[in-house]
């Protein structure tokens, strides 16, 4: 369950009752929209359904009966988000707002490249900027993921900007090989792997290009910086980093 503070309150009214239930904001909109796949028991902040949520008041067992055929919470709630209007403070809403910036922020310094400097990542801190120079709004009540093209249709006349995928090989000498690679095919899509005679091991990996900066920080810490990368351009070509 989630805390009374992380919860909206989705309402219905029917019958001449109303009825209220306490849920994530994210899990009522994919309700609402048929997309979630989730534990409902994991989202709500209250196995319950309220007349006044705010006061604990309850509708009468007979009113669930008339309106849902059914007492049971977990059968209802989704019900009342479906079929009714989801309430958030300014306050809420805000808050919302913010970390869904946040997110949005995240989502594209970890895909996002700069195509005018040999696709390095784009800081956070840059497409911050350039969100707020293009007066670029996220919208609280909408999926990250559904605003990502319009964003980025709003950065373009600021930044060079686009989405792209990196391959890298790593090689990581026989003494750092053992416990290094486990945590190195973990970052990424590992499209292939080899040991060597000597104990060393050498695995290629793809993975969002905007990520390039935390895959060599973490190819260093487990090598103590003795390991080698390759920006794979195709197949026949390498690039030293």
Same mark, same amino acid.
């Given at each position: 369950?989630?805390?009374?503070?992380?919860?909206?309150?989705?309402?219905?009214?029917?019958?001449?009752?109303?009825?209220?239930?306490?849920?994530?904001?994210?899990?009522?909109?994919?309700?609402?929209?048929?997309?979630?796949?989730?534990?409902?028991?994991?989202?709500?902040?209250?196995?319950?359904?309220? =007349?006044? /949520?705010?006061?604990?008041?309850? %509708?009468?067992?007979?009113?669930?009966?008339? @309106?849902? !055929?059914?007492? +049971?919470? *977990?059968?209802?709630?989704?019900?009342?988000?479906?079929?009714?209007?989801i309430q958030i403070t300014a306050e809420q809403r805000r808050e919302m707002q913010e970390q869904k910036h946040k997110q949005l922020v995240n989502r594209i310094a970890r895909n996002a490249v700069n195509p005018q400097m040999?696709?390095?990542?784009?800081?956070?801190?840059?497409?911050?900027?350039?969100? =707020?120079? /293009?007066?670029?709004?996220?919208? %609280?009540?909408?999926?990250?993921?559904?605003? @990502?093209? !319009?964003?980025? +249709?709003? *950065?373009?006349?600021?930044?060079?900007?686009?989405?792209?995928?990196?391959?890298?090989?790593?090689?990581?000498?026989?003494?750092?090989?053992?416990?290094?690679?486990a945590q190195i095919r973990e970052f990424g899509d590992l499209q292939r792997e080899e040991w060597q005679s000597d104990g060393g091991w050498v695995g290629v990996l793809e993975f969002p290009a905007g990520l390039q900066n935390?895959?060599?920080?973490?190819?260093?810490?487990?090598?103590?910086?003795?390991?080698?990368?390759?920006?794979?351009? +195709?197949?026949?070509?390498?690039?030293?980093?």
């Amino acid at each position: 369950m989630i805390s009374l503070d992380e919860a909206v309150t989705a309402r219905l009214e029917s019958h001449g009752t109303r009825f209220e239930v306490l849920v994530d904001p994210d899990a009522a909109l994919a309700i609402k929209r048929d997309e979630f796949e989730d534990d409902l028991e994991d989202v709500i902040a209250a196995e319950d359904v309220f =007349e006044d /949520a705010s006061s604990g008041d309850r %509708p009468a067992a007979a009113d669930l009966e008339t @309106v849902f !055929d059914t007492t +049971d919470p *977990l059968e209802i709630i989704p019900e009342v988000i479906r079929r009714g209007d989801i309430q958030i403070t300014a306050e809420q809403r805000r808050e919302m707002q913010e970390q869904k910036h946040k997110q949005l922020v995240n989502r594209i310094a970890r895909n996002a490249v700069n195509p005018q400097m040999d696709d390095a990542p784009h800081p956070p801190e840059r497409i911050e900027r350039a969100l =707020e120079e /293009a007066g670029f709004t996220v919208d %609280p009540m909408e999926p990250v993921e559904n605003q @990502v093209d !319009d964003a980025l +249709d709003a *950065l373009r006349p600021i930044i060079p900007i686009r989405f792209d995928e990196v391959i890298i090989a790593v090689k990581l000498p026989a003494q750092h090989a053992g416990s290094g690679q486990a945590q190195i095919r973990e970052f990424g899509d590992l499209q292939r792997e080899e040991w060597q005679s000597d104990g060393g091991w050498v695995g290629v990996l793809e993975f969002p290009a905007g990520l390039q900066n935390d895959f060599y920080d973490l190819v260093n810490e487990v090598s103590s910086g003795e390991a080698e990368t390759r920006v794979v351009k +195709d197949e026949d070509e390498l690039s030293t980093r």
